[in-house]
């Protein structure tokens, strides 16, 4: 479980131990829980710029949301643009600061802060066995 903040965006995605835990966890075929802007973290799995997360559906913190926090005028970066343009996830998502989850094989993201509660619960889920 990676949870999100805009931390993730200055240093985890670029973070080559991120990148390696990342790629091992998603080939292991276990769940991983990633939320908000803690998808800023797949950026770090690419080598030789291609990342095993290419063409998997996702979402994370949108475009949208940073814009109507007045944070996209100032990042040197934007999240969902960057995980479209670099890493060729397909990405989808809800309105702003609604629940959003995306589920794909054994990744499942949640697109901002609220949806922390919906991804935690599919998370009990899957833990459970249910």
């Known amino acids: 479980y990676l949870p999100g903040g805009h931390g993730p965006m200055a240093d985890l995605a670029f973070d080559a131990d991120c990148g390696r835990l990342l790629r091992q966890q998603l080939a292991s075929g276990n769940p991983l829980f990633i939320v908000c802007h803690a998808p800023a973290s797949i950026l ?8 095993p997360f290419t063409g998997y559906r996702m979402t994370c913190f949108t475009d949208e949301e940073e814009e109507a926090v007045g944070v996209a005028a100032i990042a040197p970066w934007l999240l969902e643009t960057d995980l479209k343009a670099k890493i060729g996830v397909q990405f989808s998502r809800g309105p702003i600061w ?27 889920e899957i833990l459970k066995g249910a």
Request: charged share 20%.
């Open 98 to 124: 609604e629940p959003f989850m995306v589920e794909d094989r054994n990744l499942i993201t949640g697109q901002n802060p609220a949806s922390a509660a919906v991804l935690g619960s599919r998370m009990v």
């Open 44 to 51: 770090s799995t690419r080598i030789h710029g291609e990342s």
